[in-house]
């Protein structure tokens, strides 16, 4: 089975910093697109980051400059450090892994930025 399992999330001050983790099994973890969404309530789900399997990486504009998204094929997993955090980067924020045939998703983690 593919699994997906977060942590980091929690509540951090507006200009704070969060490190999110995502470890993942089940899979050739270093063969695959890994990608973190989020989604806060009554809005869409946007796509945060992602990060292929030869270390290429794309960013939404909304967080380009303050997100930064790693892997790490030893430990099998993919991080989200998120520096200068806004209010508006509350939200649940999801790890993905798109394999060939489907997107597998995590449970969520909530991160909460106060002002």
């Known amino acids: 089975q593919v699994q997906l399992v977060e942590s980091g999330g929690g509540l951090v001050q507006a200009g704070g910093s969060l490190r999110l983790s995502c470890a993942v099994s089940g899979i050739i973890f270093s063969g695959n697109t890994m990608g973190w969404y989020r989604q806060a309530p009554g809005k869409q789900r946007e796509l945060v980051a992602t990060i292929t399997s030869d270390f290429g990486t794309y960013y939404s504009d909304s967080v380009k400059g303050r997100f930064t998204v790693s892997r790490d094929n030893a430990k099998r997993a993919v991080s989200l450090q998120m520096n200068s955090l806004k209010p508006e980067d509350t939200a649940v924020y999801y790890c993905?892994?798109?394999?060939?045939?489907?997107?597998?998703w995590g449970q969520g983690t909530q991160v909460t930025v106060s002002s």
């Open positions: 993905t892994v798109q394999l060939r045939t489907r997107t597998y």
